[in-house]
């Protein structure tokens, strides 16, 4: 394995995470706003 | 191999939508919640859900509950084993094809499941720490919609980002590499593809914070849709012969993959009218691909299937590309490997590629 593999891979786990990341930061973000909209 | 322009910037509209999409189901559940005039968190008595599994699938109830370990594997293999019975994998199914579709298969069962529990058990606690079942209190409809939402279109991006960024592209040929359809093709992926799907870990999140039971239903859904979409049993067949279920195909075609439709993602064509390897990316439902304008809906069916620069590379490289390369002279995974992606690419047309079309052939000629 070369440093270019280890770059592509590097930047595949990137845009895995951030393709997991966002969704979840919307969705319990929104979970949490729901609580906290409604508790008032 | 650079991204097209024009194409990052329809990617970048469609992930603006998709952003909006995730919040759906949530916004529906406050608004549930501001017009019921409940707040179910305060005492939690949400009661925990429960789906009744009827009496004819009864047997199969072991398997759906365990889907996530043995019971996918099980359910697999049957459908399998009459794919098998059927001939439905023709002559096609070579030992070299074999051992991929078996390794694919089976190594991820015993090497994922490790990483999968160290992230739910060891880093999910440290990463969202005290958020343990905090959102158990949401009732079953909304986290069935939130997972169902969540998990695949994560994966519909997943996909499709692998396809159309060039680079990604690589992670993904071995799905597209099998000149054939069937069950094990659902499986057939470089393990570095399937070690970090997004949607496994996003799931698994949701999960731990309360939406385990959405997620199992979700889950056992998905697995029966995905299964059969990559089949070569063509379920959906029926829909379109007769007249009185066409209505039933209209819908059932645009929300979730059809054998017709997912089999056109796996044609070697493009621009014929059935085969579209350049779209209808979605796993469970094809409703991404209706809202991003990604796929076309077909009810016809491809005759040859998988990519135009394969050179049947070894087992090992297919399943663990890059950190293993292939030793097949010109292959995309050798060593400095030409990096084609999904494209057509007439000039690199290769007279002695087996799965060259006779159309695409006289293409390139003329």
Redesign the interface.
Known sequence: ??LT?VN??S???L???L??V???I???G??L???I???K | MALDKVLAKKIGKDISVSLFIYALPVVALFAYFAIKGQTPWVNNTHQPANVDVPAVFKFLEPALKNIRSWGFLVIALVLGAIEFALGLYDNKWTKSERKVDIVCFLAPKFLLPPVTAFFSLKLLPLILPGLANEFSWVPFWAGFFIIAVADDLTQYWYHRLHHQVPFLWRFHRTHHSAPYMGMAMASRQNFIYTVFFSQIYLTAALIYLGLGFPALVVTVIKSFITLSAHSSIAWDKPLYKYKALHPIAWVLERLISTPATHQSHHADTVGDGVGNYKGNFGNMFFLWDVIFKTGIITRRYPTTFGIKFYKQEEWYAQFLWPIFKSKVAGSELSANGPEVGDEVGPVLFDESDLYVSKQLKREAVA
């Open positions: 394995m070369t593999d592509i891979i930047k595949k786990i845009v895995g995470f393709i997991f966002v969704p979840l919307i969705i319990a929104g979970l706003l729901v609580k909209l409604l508790n």
